[in-house]
């Protein structure tokens, strides 16, 4: 089983230009998370779906779009990349947050986006 | 709102040495879930315990023990006998009907653990 994946690994962009970042999952999740990571701020939620069809907005939505193309994938998009997007971004999932609030979520291993 | 807290930004040790990693949290919601992973340096997420709101037995687990007290708000973890390997940022979380479960993280504790 791959878990989550997320592609691609690294990326550099230029301000202004736009990137779809690719998250999918085998394990029949209906639950699933963008977060970015920023130096000595710990992970913040970007998007949330929680489930095929549904998005919300997290802590930090502003300049990104999110997808939720069928119950396996989830992608988080930048329309116009500015150098404040510069993070490592880590999509998970979750089996169900009704009846499995406890469980852990599962994350992938990122991506690292650098916008110059 | 929805907060966690974790006041100590770098610890450093040496090895064999205990240590405890602080974690306060704040939520509205009676029902809620708190987390702790670790980020090697590799930078992948790993999970480590998952405590509900309505379970407080503290909980051991080999090296790694965890004290929940709602009393205080807290979860914290403690690494006995620490060891090189345990170098990592240790995160905890928080999740809630508030928040649709989505984890709400602290800004992690660094931990460095020297020979």
């Known amino acids: 089983n791959a878990g989550v994946t997320q592609t691609p690994k690294f990326q550099v962009l230029k301000t202004g230009q736009s990137m779809t970042l690719q998250c999918a999952q085998d394990?029949?999740?209906?639950?699933m998370y963008w977060y970015r990571q920023d130096p000595g701020m710990g992970l913040r939620l970007i998007y949330y779906?929680?489930?095929?069809?549904?998005?919300d907005k997290g802590e930090v939505p502003n300049g990104y779009n999110v997808s939720r193309l069928n119950k396996r994938e989830f992608s988080l998009r930048l329309e116009s990349a500015a150098p404040s997007q510069t993070s490592v971004y880590f999509c998970?999932?979750?089996?169900?947050?009704?009846?499995?609030?406890?469980?852990?979520?599962?994350f992938g291993d990122g991506t690292r986006l650098s916008i110059l | 709102a929805q907060k966690v807290t974790q006041a100590q930004t770098e610890i450093s040790v040496v090895e064999k040495e205990d240590v405890t990693l602080d974690c306060v949290y704040e939520?509205?919601?009676?029902?809620?879930?708190l987390f702790w992973y670790k980020q090697p340096p590799s930078g992948e997420l790993v999970f480590l315990i998952r405590?509900?709101?309505?379970?407080?037995q503290n909980e051991i687990s080999g090296r790694y023990s965890w004290n929940f007290q709602k009393s205080t708000s807290s979860f914290n973890f403690t690494i006995t006998a620490s060891q090189v390997v345990d170098s990592a940022v240790y995160f905890c979380?928080?999740?809630?009907?508030?928040?649709?479960?989505?984890?709400?993280f602290g800004k992690g504790t660094s931990l460095l653990v020297t020979p």
């Open positions: 998970a999932s979750i089996v169900d947050t009704m009846g499995y609030s406890n469980q852990p979520q599962h």
């Open positions: 394990m029949n999740h209906n639950s």
């Open positions: 779906s929680a489930s095929e069809g549904t998005t």
């Open positions: 939520t509205r919601d009676t029902t809620y879930y």
């Open positions: 405590r509900n709101s309505f379970d407080e």
């Open positions: 979380a928080l999740s809630d009907l508030n928040s649709g479960y989505a984890l709400n």
